[in-house]
């Protein structure tokens, strides 16, 4: 494999020493492109668009393209394809988001879910990471990912998006063996998931805890992040010659820091209702930190975006192992001219920071 050409977001996510603070977004392959809005109408449709190895490894280019100062790609795929190789009926309603043609409400229902297996059920994907690792030819590091156990179980048990999740934490409470039943086996697929997207070539993975913050404290801990334990201890480490850094994300997740840093994983991404600095005092030296910028500030003025950049990076402080972020996905809605500003700003306000 091609050596690294900018290893600054791998060496950050270690703790190591690096030149600026690396950048990179949530989402940062979307709809506020007007290259992938030309990309998906050339597709057809967004799973016609993530199934394509060529159409993903095109998308995931093109920030990188438009944007010099990225210092990480992330495979365009879905959290959902792993309920959609079990099964399950993945199709997108216009304006209404995921659904499934099957729902899991049953024991019964659970036990048939098969776990996928990468390689035959979800060769798509692995055929899409190594193409985009061909294509990046060292460019920058390539990040896969996963929904974790507990998002990926609302999905199924709701049929879809969810603004209560009513139907899954019904079932916590009333059936909590028929839950911990489907996030073992989801823990299983996505652990082998994930080692498949390593293998394939990915360089990082992040684990998307998407609505692990809609759960109480205690909830929280046996129904997901028992299940993101789970899976980093499952996962491969090192491959080609280096480590392979976890990141965890819990949106929402605040509160928890301290026991997701226990958890195993060498980063944990924080959403924007968090202080960086804090979150820094809180976990110590223990694991690096993504993030955490909201991205509705790329709605504003690039002035202003710049101050909110320094202010982020001024509460976390000197030292390695800061990896600048939005706090979750960049929105359809922003200007690229903005998210050009806010990745501008990062590497010119960061250099300060390690000297």
């Known amino acids: 494999m091609t050596a690294l050409k900018n290893d600054r977001f791998l060496r950050a996510l270690l703790k190591q020493p690096v030149d600026v603070t690396p950048v990179w977004m949530m989402r940062q392959a979307g709809r506020y492109l007007p290259e992938y809005r030309a ?101 920058v590091p390539l990040i896969g990912f996963s929904g974790s156990p507990w998002t990926l179980a609302t999905y199924m048990v709701e049929g879809g998006s969810s603004k209560d999740y009513r139907k899954t934490k019904t079932m916590l409470y009333d059936n909590p063996q028929a839950l911990h039943l489907l996030l073992d086996k989801l823990a299983q697929s996505v652990t082998s998931y994930l080692n498949g997207q390593i293998m394939a070539g990915a360089q990082a993975v992040q684990i998307f805890d998407s609505w692990g ?82 991205p509705t500030v790329l709605y504003a003025k690039p002035e202003a975006i710049r101050t909110e950049v320094g202010r982020i990076l001024a509460s976390y402080g000197k030292g390695s192992g800061h990896v600048f972020n939005l706090g979750h996905g960049i929105t359809p809605e922003v200007d690229p001219e903005h998210a050009g500003a806010f990745l501008r700003a990062v590497h010119e306000l960061s250099a300060q920071y390690h000297e």
């Not at 990188?64 to 309603?93: C, H, K, N, V, W």
């Not at 028992?226 to 201890?233: D, E, Q």
Request: with cysteine; glycine share 10%; proline share 5%.
């Open 39 to 139: 990309s998906r109408a050339k597709a057809g449709d967004f799973m016609s668009l993530c199934m394509n190895p060529e159409f993903a490894c095109e998308v995931t280019m093109q920030p990188l393209d438009r944007y010099p100062q990225l210092d990480a790609a992330i495979l365009f795929s879905d959290i959902l394809t792993i309920p959609d190789a079990m099964g399950q009926g993945l199709y997108f309603e216009t304006g209404e988001g995921p659904r499934f043609k099957k729902v899991v409400s049953t024991m019964a229902d659970i036990e048939a879910l098969p776990i996928p297996d990468p390689h035959k059920d979800l060769g798509y994907v692995m055929d899409a990471v190594s193409t985009i690792r061909r294509e990046l030819n060292g460019r």
């Open 213 to 294: 913050g809609n759960l109480s404290a205690a909830a929280y801990q046996e129904f997901s992040l028992a299940y993101m334990r789970k899976i980093v201890s499952g996962l491969i480490r090192e491959h080609e010659g280096r480590k392979v850094p976890v990141i965890l994300f819990t949106k929402g997740g605040g509160l928890w820091l301290e026991s997701i840093a226990d958890a195993g994983a060498d980063a944990l991404g924080l959403d924007w209702t968090c202080d960086i600095g804090n979150a820094r005092d809180r976990v110590g030296n223990k694991v690096a930190l993504q993030g955490n910028m909201d």
